[in-house]
């Protein structure tokens, strides 16, 4: 599991960096990488995006673990 936490959070850190540059300068990455929206494109968008939700349940429960730690010390 910490293998697949460290893999989805170097994927939202990427596609931070990627809406960060579409924010700032207006260009896509990834669409200049792959293609715009071609199957590759697609295919990083959606691992970012399950990162991000990977993420978004990892937290959670690794504070939760973090505080049941520090309740047995």
């Known amino acids: 599991m910490i293998y697949l936490q460290r893999v989805g959070l170097i994927l939202v850190i990427i596609g931070a960096l ?3 540059l579409i924010g700032i300068a207006g260009f896509d990455l ?3 990488l792959f293609g715009p929206m071609s199957v590759l ?3 990083v968008y959606t691992l970012v995006g399950l990162s991000g939700v ?3 349940w990892g937290v959670p ?3 939760h ?4 730690i520090m309740k047995k010390a």
């Open 18 to 20: 990627n809406w960060g």
């Open 30 to 32: 990834v669409a200049f």
């Open 41 to 43: 494109s697609r295919i």
């Open 54 to 56: 990977l993420m978004f």
């Open 61 to 63: 429960c690794s504070i």
């Open 65 to 68: 673990h973090t505080e049941t």
